[in-house]
């Protein structure tokens, strides 16, 4: 049903889509989150995402389910990257399958708005001077 | 080590720090001898108090052997409590 | 800026997810439709899609366009099958990069609803006795 | 054939018909003369007449060279007709 993992390995959409193909369903929706350039007007060399992982995919089923509760999902991929990465990096797919469009949308982005909610996933940006934590002070 | 007694009663719990809270304590995992039943808000008082760069924060939560505590949660031995900065996944 | 096609060979997610891949955008957004194994009940054996190839791409390229006059979007992949396809063959892909991933969501929703709109691309749906087009008739 | 000089002014388009137009038409690409300066409503029109079927889909649009026509669009020689029957894909 559910696909979840963290990884510090470079992350995969075929993979996603493959989990999530079903034959009664016919609409896959997909969020890939990458590594930018910039933040803010400064240029990024790399980011660093820190995981707590037990609970990171705790989380993350617990918003699959919500996600299942809320629209009918057939099955739902949820990949996370850890470590260093560069511009271009993936750092989040989600994927789903549903039997109509509409829903997949809306599935997929409470997925993602509900990821950067609670799991515990952090993401350290490091500039030419200096690095900051992600949303970390105001 | 005088009052042996005291510290017999005292508990082990285990503390993870992420992100910017593991650069504030310097340390990613530790253990910490606390007193028995302790709450979650108490140990965050101790935190924030002995850490004054926590209040920097947007936020800082705690959790308790990976789930968010909730408000009066009360500690048990070998407990593991994480400090939650705002999260920043995606 | 856009990548159109219309092809009666196998669609490849990953080719559109290379096409939008932008270092300036963190967002990609992905809808994929696939043929399902039954429509209103019925079992589908397969679907046999027609197009007006040459005005079936001038009308993609318009809603590329206008989602790219209302979001701000980095590149657009819009590919779309023709012929003879089975269950869970892809039918449709739309990628999409932009900055941020809630315009990604709209814009792409916008793609695939207008195409369903407009664009003249015809779905003959087989059962096991007899067929249909899909949407001719009330 | 008597009329020959009217023919002359006739002018020749090409029509195209895609899915169930093409069923009802029985044929996907054909030429038709037609008298100058047809509309494309007059055109339409001239099908419904002769193709009751037409009648029973839920719409039937005509495209001039590949753009949907506007009411009123008036036809030219070597026009492309196409018959466009309601879309259904994706």
Same mark, same amino acid.
């Given at each position: 049903?559910?696909?979840?993992?963290?990884?510090?390995?470079?992350?995969?959409?075929?993979?996603?889509?493959?989990?999530?193909?079903?034959?009664?369903?016919?609409? %896959?929706?997909?969020?890939?989150?990458? #590594?930018?350039?910039?933040? !803010?007007?400064?240029?990024?060399?790399?980011?660093?995402?820190?995981?707590?992982?037990?609970?990171?995919?705790?989380?993350?089923?617990?918003?699959?389910?919500?996600? !299942?509760?809320? =629209?009918?999902?057939?099955?739902?991929?949820?990949?996370?990257?850890?470590?260093?990465?560069?511009?271009?990096?993936?750092?989040?797919?989600?994927?789903?399958?549903?039997?109509?469009? /509409?829903?997949?949308?809306?599935?997929?982005?409470?997925?993602?708005?509900? *990821?950067?909610?609670?799991?515990?996933? =952090?993401?350290?940006?490091?500039?030419?001077?200096?690095?900051? =934590?992600? %949303?970390?002070?105001? | 080590?005088?009052? /042996?007694?005291?510290?017999?009663?005292?508990?082990?719990?285990?503390? *993870?720090?992420?992100?910017?809270?593991?650069?504030?304590?310097?340390?990613?995992?530790?253990?910490?001898?606390?007193?028995? /039943?302790?709450?979650?808000?108490?140990?965050?008082?101790?935190?924030?108090?002995?850490?004054?760069?926590?209040? /920097?924060?947007? %936020?800082?939560?705690?959790?308790?052997?990976?789930?968010? %505590?909730?408000?009066?949660? #009360?500690?048990?031995?070998?407990?593991? #409590?994480? *400090?939650?900065?705002?999260?920043?996944?995606?």
């Amino acid at each position: 049903m559910f696909d979840l993992k963290i990884s510090d390995q470079p992350l995969n959409p075929q993979d996603c889509l493959d989990f999530v193909n079903h034959e009664s369903t016919g609409a %896959s929706t997909v969020f890939i989150g990458r #590594v930018r350039n910039q933040s !803010k007007g400064k240029k990024v060399l790399r980011l660093e995402f820190e995981a707590y992982e037990k609970m990171a995919l705790k989380e993350m089923e617990k918003i699959a389910e919500k996600a !299942k509760e809320k =629209w009918p999902i057939a099955k739902l991929a949820f990949h996370h990257r850890t470590g260093i990465t560069l511009l271009g990096d993936i750092a989040v797919i989600i994927a789903l399958s549903t039997p109509h469009r /509409k829903e997949g949308f809306r599935a997929c982005e409470y997925c993602i708005d509900a *990821l950067k909610e609670t799991v515990p996933i =952090w993401k350290k940006e490091i500039f030419e001077n200096g690095e900051e =934590w992600v %949303s970390a002070t105001p | 080590m005088f009052r /042996k007694s005291d510290n017999n009663d005292n508990m082990k719990i285990n503390i *993870l720090a992420f992100g910017v809270a593991k650069d504030i304590l310097g340390s990613a995992n530790f253990e910490m001898e606390v007193k028995p /039943k302790l709450t979650i808000d108490e140990l965050k008082a101790q935190f924030l108090a002995k850490n004054p760069d926590f209040s /920097k924060l947007n %936020s800082i939560l705690l959790a308790i052997n990976s789930e968010y %505590s909730i408000p009066g949660q #009360v500690l048990k031995e070998n407990d593991e #409590v994480a *400090l939650i900065p705002p999260v920043s996944g995606g």
